[in-house]
Antibody
Framework: QLQLQESDSGLVKPSQTLSLTCTVSGDSISSAGFSWSWIRQPPGKGLEWIGYIYHSGDSYYNPSLKNRVTISIDMSKNQFSLKVTSVTAADTAVYYC????????????????WGQGSLVTVSS | DIQMTQSPSSVSAAVGDRVTLTCRASQVISTWLAWYQQKPGQAPKLIIYAASTLQTGVPSRFSGSGSGTDFTLTISSLQPEDFATYYCQQASASPYTFGQGTKVEIK
């Protein structure tokens, strides 16, 4: 059974870089047709898609995060990672990693399954 | 960006009730729509994709319909484990966006 687990980032100071890793177990992260995504949810609020990375390494991001986000993949460790630079209090959220299954010959762009989430608080 | 609007924002219902939730997209998305269930303290769970396809393992009392801009999620007979917040998400165009959620509460 596929499982995803986010690392703990905890408390990050304003203007610093948030870093999270998602460890995938139960399947290979290099499985053809699948992509890997990050989504976040501020406390008590809705969901925001951050971006995703194909198994090929190509990545796509939400323009709302401008140029602050990088998603990378490490096939050897079966992990993918998120970095968000220059964080502010608005980046405080639970960060989820998730798999993006294919839908026919397309990338589906829906998310299943999800990790349990990692709360990141931005505060001095 | 495509805006997703869910209604109502919350609904109170009793066990056994039929509940219908609505999601509207700000532009045509064909059937590129997913529904998620989220319980407090848990990650969202995919329950419907491609507007009407039930995810494996999800009870058949859940159903989805719609295409274009208007979509519905129906729970035919509400069970105690169904009390949660439900989100729709458009998968048609980046950035992929979610509705604000509908909370299904116990009456």
């Amino acid at each position: 059974q596929l499982q995803l687990q986010e690392s703990d980032s905890g408390l990050v100071k304003p203007s610093q870089t948030l870093s999270l890793t998602c460890t995938v177990s139960g399947d290979s992260i290099s499985s053809a047709g699948f992509s890997w995504s990050w989504i976040r949810q501020p406390p008590g609020k809705g969901l925001e898609w951050i971006g995703y990375i194909y198994h090929s390494g190509d990545s796509y991001y939400n323009p709302s995060l401008k140029n602050r986000v990088t998603i990378s993949i490490d096939m050897s460790k079966n992990q993918f990672s998120l970095k968000v630079t220059s964080v502010t209090a608005a980046d405080t959220a639970v960060y989820y990693c998730a798999r993006v299954p294919p839908y026919g010959k397309y990338v589906s762009s829906w998310f299943d399954p999800w990790g349990q989430g990692s709360l990141v608080t931005v505060s001095s | 960006d495509i805006q997703m609007t869910q209604s109502p924002s919350s609904v109170s219902a009793a066990v056994g009730d039929r509940v219908t939730l609505t999601c509207r997209a700000s532009q045509v998305i064909s059937t590129w729509l997913a529904w998620y269930q989220q319980k407090p303290g848990q990650a969202p769970k995919l329950i419907i994709y491609a507007a009407s396809t039930l995810q494996t393992g999800v009870p058949s009392r859940f159903s989805g319909s719609g295409s274009g801009t208007d979509f519905t999620l129906t729970i035919s007979s509400l069970q105690p484990e169904d009390f949660a917040t439900y989100y729709c998400q458009q998968a048609s165009a980046s950035p992929y966006t979610f509705g604000q959620g509908t909370k299904v509460e116990i009456k």
